[in-house]
């Protein structure tokens, strides 16, 4: 509603249960709407054909390669939401060419990727500050050991990293970050 109370803009819509549409409701309701044939019912039961029917619904609108991955990129995300992650993997190992050259799919790769080396780095570097804490403080207590785990940004670990040759205990080396 605007200030004066007239009607600025009218919606209308209606709740659609993905699944139980067929697969080809989905691919004929235009480009956008089309990774959704693989969450239906039907697609459940014949996945390999479902996949098939999908690529070359997309195959015959004649989309640039760019578009072609980014639809299979997000059919396959998408059907994360449905299948479980062998069934996925199986069915789209075919295509993994076009997957692996899909700008979503190299997406979620280099987050993974980035996740995985900042958690590798974390845990390497709470070791370390276990190892060299312990040789130069003693035994750490069970609440230092549980500060210790709670700390999860990179940069507090590395500064407790360059600390740990200058603190004089485990208290001080955790109150100057």
């Not at 009607?7 to 409701?25: G, H, K, M, N, T």
């Not at 199986?90 to 997957?99: E, V």
């Not at 780095?121 to 709470?126: I, K, M, T, V, Y």
Request: charged share 30%.
């Amino acid at each position: 509603m605007a200030p004066n109370g007239n009607l600025i803009a009218e919606f209308r819509y209606r709740i659609e249960r993905v699944w139980e549409r067929s697969v080809d409701y989905w691919l004929q309701s235009g480009l956008g709407l089309a990774p959704l044939a693989l969450l239906t019912d039907e697609a459940n039961l014949e996945m390999e054909s479902s996949l098939d029917r999908l690529r070359e619904s997309l195959v015959k609108r004649n989309l640039d390669d760019r578009t072609l991955k980014s639809l299979l990129g997000s059919t396959y995300v998408l059907c994360g939401l449905r299948h479980d992650k062998v069934r996925i993997e199986s069915l789209f190992r075919r295509l993994s060419m076009l997957m692996e050259e899909s700008t979503t799919y190299q997406a979620i790769l280099e987050e993974g990727r980035e996740k995985g080396l900042s958690q590798g780095l974390s845990q390497g570097l709470r070791r370390i500050l276990l190892r060299l804490g312990s040789k130069k403080f003693g035994t750490p207590t069970p609440s230092v050991a549980t500060e210790l785990q709670r700390v999860t940004e990179l940069a507090r670990l590395e500064l407790l990293t360059d600390r740990i040759l200058d603190a004089t205990s485990w208290d001080e080396l955790f109150s100057t970050t």
